[in-house]
């Protein structure tokens, strides 16, 4: 089943001012930010990544569309690239054929969002989650 999904993502800041601290993974402010909790960050270097969990906290249901992005950054705040991470529910019967990964209920999904592309090694990132459809 294919979910429309209007795609709102902010374009990256080319230069974060004050720069962030080493290994520091931000979170965007955005139209979903209240509706999820994002936990475990962590930004890996090699490969680059951020990695952690998101659940939803404004009521229990299924996620069945989302999509978080990464802005990387060097030590100087200088954006090296982005990344982003995309899960979609292909619904009950689609879902007990296909048993891998992890099913995204109202306990959230681990996620990882790989850098594409990176101009440099990154210092720190900045996630958005600019697509989010629940039951």
Excluded: C, K, W
Excluded at 40 to 61: E, K, M, N, Q, Y
Excluded at 84 to 105: C, I, L, N, V
């Amino acid at each position: 089943m294919a979910l429309p999904a209007p795609r709102s993502a902010p374009s990256p800041q080319a230069v974060l001012s004050p720069a962030p601290a080493a290994g520091e993974v931000r979170v965007q402010q955005g139209p979903f930010t209240d509706r999820v909790q994002l936990t475990g960050l962590r930004l890996s270097a090699s490969p680059s990544s951020v990695t952690g969990h998101i659940a939803i906290s404004s009521d229990i249901s299924d996620t069945l569309a989302l999509e978080i992005t990464a802005a990387y950054y060097d030590a100087e705040g200088r954006l090296l690239g982005t990344g982003s991470f995309h899960h979609q529910e292909e619904g009950e019967e689609a879902h007990a054929q296909h048993t891998e990964g992890p099913r995204a209920t109202g306990a959230g999904i681990d996620f990882t969002v790989p850098a594409d592309g990176l101009t440099g090694t990154p210092a720190s990132a900045v996630l958005t989650v600019p697509v989010l459809v629940n039951e």
